[in-house]
């Protein structure tokens, strides 16, 4: 049992995953890399990893060329909300969080996705300094 | 239409000085329509109506009145007033816009789009006349109901009527809230219906780049069946963009990116719940 419990400590991805689903109203979180590639997953939410990390990768991608044509980098985050979900894509160093939640989610989600993203930052400096710009 | 409210009430007090030296002045129908454009409706009324009972062939302060009807929501009355002003003094290119604005507020497009053909074949320059008439030709293609009969109760002083923004004054007043640089109103085709936008990039071009992520993003959650887009905010390093689907239209708003997030959203919550188009 504590083996189990240090390494999940260890992982540090996993932890800012779990950090975020456990907030009332987040279905599922997920680190993906630039090319779409999933890096972490937590959560049981029906649409599934699978559809959810390249569509929102397209997204991210589309909105990129926009923001381009306005003079603009690329995008921080890109928060879109339906009647009944909210869904995240937020720039962690070279790789990329996504959140799902339910209308039941409040703002202060925000700040906690804010907080994920420096703790993947701070993960990926530390484990790949090399290669963060 | 930016609304600059210290020029409003630097206005009024220069009307109001002037009328006070002079109870006879004409200057009462500009008074008056400082007042509207400020917002304060009864007070443009109450100006308007008992300057006409002085000056009852002053064209110009039956135009303030029909206008303040408008906005007030009373088609009926704009309606009648507009067409005294025009009895008295003949009929203007403002009567014109007037109408066609009080025509589609009644949802006679065709009828609107007949007049601002007309207008902007005479001032193919004026952006409220283009703006007017694309209105207008988008509306007067989907078949919408006949224009409702104005009920008792909107003209009844029991029941004032709702405060209601039409687009135009919603992106007004979106306009001028802190760190706003910009708003527009776009079609789905990304054709830019109305705007007010600092930035050095073309509306039009800014209309069709936001409308193209807008639906590219709803593309994408469908898939997932996460239902329609209802806002979308992009966060980038300069500046924020925020857009509301509103059923035909997108409403893009561009700010800085030290915007306060939560107090904007409390007043554009604020500006939507009056918004009517």
């Known amino acids: 049992m504590l083996t189990v419990k240090a390494e999940k400590k260890d992982n540090k991805f996993q932890a800012a995953l779990d950090y975020l689903v456990e907030y009332r109203g987040v279905r599922e979180a997920a680190i993906l890399d630039r090319d779409g590639l999933l890096v972490g997953y937590c959560g049981a939410g029906f649409s599934g990893a699978e559809a959810f990390a390249p569509l929102s990768l397209l997204m991210l991608h589309n909105i990129d060329a926009v923001l381009e044509r306005l003079g603009e980098n690329k995008a921080g985050s890109v928060v879109v909300k339906t009647v009944d979900s909210w869904l995240t894509i937020q720039a962690a160093a070279n790789l990329i969080l996504v959140v799902r939640a339910s209308s039941e989610a409040d703002d202060l989600l925000r700040v906690r996705i804010g907080r994920a993203a420096d703790m993947i930052r701070l993960h990926v400096q530390e484990k790949y300094p090399l290669q963060v710009d | ?277």
């Not at chain 2, 760190?179 to 079609?187: E, I, K, M, P, S």
């Not at chain 2, 807008?214 to 329609?228: C, D, M, P, T, Y």
């Open chain 2, 1 to 277: 239409m930016k609304i600059d409210f210290d020029e409003i009430n630097e206005r009024i007090a220069k009307c109001q000085k002037i009328l006070d030296a002079d109870p006879s002045s004409q200057i009462f129908a500009a008074l008056a329509d400082a007042y509207r454009k400020k917002g304060e409706l009864e007070k443009a009324l109450q100006i308007g109506l008992k300057g006409i009972e002085d000056h009852p062939d002053y064209g110009s302060a039956y135009m303030v009145v029909a206008k303040t009807y408008l906005d007030m929501g009373n088609y009926g009355e704009a309606e009648r007033y507009l067409h005294k002003a025009v009895e008295v003094g003949g009929r203007t290119r403002s009567a014109d816009l007037l109408e066609a604005e009080i025509l589609m507020k009644q949802e006679q497009f065709g009828r609107a789009k007949t007049l601002l053909e007309r207008l902007h074949n005479s001032d193919p320059k004026s952006e409220t006349i283009k703006n007017l008439l694309t209105k207008a030709m988008l509306q007067s293609n989907t078949g919408i109901e006949p224009p409702k009969p104005i009920s008792s109760a909107a003209v009844s002083p029991e029941h004032p009527p709702r405060k209601t923004y039409d687009l135009s004054h919603t992106i007004g007043i979106i306009k001028i809230l802190p760190r706003v640089l910009g708003v527009v109103a776009v079609t789905r085709e990304g054709m830019v219906v109305e705007g007010q936008f600092d930035g050095l990039l073309p509306r039009d071009e800014l209309g069709a780049l936001a409308s193209g992520a807008f639906n590219s993003v709803e593309q994408a959650i469908s898939k997932l069946h996460f239902g329609a887009g209802h806002e979308i905010l992009i966060e980038a390093d300069q500046s924020k963009l925020w857009m509301f689907n509103r059923g035909r239209l997108i409403i893009v708003i561009s700010t800085r990116d030290d915007v306060n997030l939560g107090s904007l959203k409390l007043k554009l919550n604020e500006i939507f719940s009056h918004a009517e188009f």
